[in-house]
């Protein structure tokens, strides 16, 4: 079983930063594919970004520039580091992790950014 639990959600103003932790433990190794995404009320959940084994990264086209994702090689967490925020980041954000053929989900962590 692989427990995912992300943190550093908070409510900031327009402008501010914010950085988002996840950690993925449990029944779980190696290096493995990890994204962050997020859902606004009345909205489809949206892939925010990701992060492959190599390093490869991905972002929407809404956050590219502001937000940045990393990653521990050696433990399943990461992190979403979010610059620049706006209202229209308010949102559930939610941490994911493939393993094994597997998608592992977080409860999720309230951002809300007033204008």
């Known amino acids: 079983q692989v427990h995912v639990v992300e943190s550093g959600g908070a409510l900031v103003q327009s402008g501010w930063s914010l950085r988002l932790s996840c950690a993925a433990s449990?029944?779980?190794?190696?290096?493995?594919?990890m994204a962050w995404h997020r859902q606004a009320p009345g909205k489809q959940r949206e892939l925010v970004a990701s992060i492959y084994p190599g390093g490869t990264t991905n972002y929407a086209e809404s956050v590219k520039g502001r937000f940045s994702i990393s990653r521990d090689k050696f433990k399943s967490t990461s992190d979403l580091q979010m610059n620049s925020l706006v209202p229209e980041d308010s949102a559930v954000y939610y941490c994911?992790?493939?393993?094994?053929?597997?998608?592992?989900w977080g409860q999720g962590t309230q951002v809300t950014v007033s204008s």
């Open positions: 449990g029944s779980i190794s190696g290096i493995n594919p």
């Open positions: 994911q992790i493939f393993y094994r053929g597997r998608s592992y």
